[in-house]
């Protein structure tokens, strides 16, 4: 599989790299991972095709840890224009994440509307080939500015409750000329949300989704969905204190990814030519679940086999008093 990981540099601007560890091969024609694609979808060839042999290699580890020049940026983008980058997703997909919602919205004897939705992705979503099935829960988190790199923080508003981790894989798409939807690769995901705010109430489960969220290190081109284990953990200081295995990928998730994918593109505002989309398919295990609450410099750390190397960022609490917006009048 073809792993890609986008870089900016204070002087020589943003790269392009092919991951060959220990170490990052520069890509000279193509400055992004939308580059590239649109190259692809411009010419009618694979992604891999238009890879070159350049000769310019960085050691992976310093631009991972930090300590270099060059820095990661989100695994895709829409550098140009991030407001036309739609980040969104889908939820109760996974049935651990349909029991924790279950936990935070009801008795344990109450069916809720999260098990329901659950429960009609497993009657639904896995149709037959060429056939159209249930719908997923779908939400939306914001455009491409909500979009932060690894190592970067996530952070809470002044006017948030809570900010905690949803590790995911995100799909990442550039909708083509003719109006038609290419999944450019997919990539390891911080969704993040507020989950205490979703706590109050299953209808503020819109708001809390309004976050930033991160993508990357790297962008697997041609992953395979099938099987994705994984795990994550979160880091105060020098200790990890929770962590817990992922499962992710079509064998444990009540939809297929096509059947996801249509649900999102179906809406036709959601095929617009030369938009961007970020896509993440829900979780399986968040440390919500054991009620943890992070504190401000906790590291949230998401790794999926296959996927590279880890997504890691601190978590950033605004304590900030909040203040009044008020619209003006004309």
């Known amino acids: 599989m073809l792993r890609l990981v ?24 193509y400055p992004s991972v939308l580059a590239i694609a649109q190259a692809a979808i411009a010419d009618g060839r694979k992604i891999q095709d238009l890879i070159n042999d350049g000769a310019v290699t960085l050691d ?15 695994a895709f983008d829409h550098p140009t224009a991030p407001e036309r980058c739609f980040v969104t997703g889908t939820g109760l997909t996974h049935k651990a994440s349909a029991d924790n919602r279950q936990s935070m919205h009801g008795e344990a004897t109450q069916l809720t509307d999260s098990m329901k ?31 932060r790199a690894p190592n970067e923080p996530l952070d809470v508003p002044n006017h948030g409750y809570d900010g905690g981790e949803e590790a995911e894989i995100g799909g990442c798409y550039l909708i083509g000329p003719d109006g038609a939807p290419y999944r450019v690769g997919l990539a390891q995901a911080n969704e993040f949300s507020d989950h205490i705010l979703e706590a109050q109430n299953y209808l503020y489960l819109a708001q809390s989704k309004l976050r ?24 105060r200081g020098d200790e990890i204190i929770w962590s817990a295995p992922l499962s ?24 617009r030519p030369g938009d961007a989309h970020v896509h993440f398919f829900g979780a399986d295990m968040f440390s919500f679940k054991d009620r943890l609450k992070l504190q401000d410099g906790d590291v949230m750390d998401i790794h999926f086999d296959g996927f590279g190397r880890a997504l890691r960022n601190p978590i950033r609490i605004d304590r900030s008093r909040p203040m009044l917006v008020k619209a003006k009048l004309l």
Request: glycine share 10%; aromatic share 8%.
């Open 6 to 29: 986008q870089l900016i540099h204070p002087t020589q601007g943003r790269r392009l790299a092919v991951v060959e560890e220990p170490n990052l091969r520069l890509i000279a024609n």
């Open 60 to 74: 992976y580890d310093p631009v991972y840890l930090g300590q270099s020049e060059w820095s990661l940026l989100p």
């Open 117 to 147: 939705m659950y429960r009609i992705g497993l009657e639904g979503g896995r149709p037959a080939a060429g056939q159209i099935g249930a719908s997923p829960e779908w939400f939306y988190k914001g455009t491409g500015r909500i979009l």
């Open 248 to 271: 992710s990928g079509e064998r444990v998730m009540c939809h297929t990814l096509e059947n996801l994918e249509h649900h999102h593109f179906k809406h036709a505002e959601h095929r």
């Open 212 to 235: 930033a969220c991160s993508l990357g290190p790297e962008l697997v081109v041609d992953a395979n969905f099938t099987d994705v284990p994984g795990q994550a953990m979160i880091r």
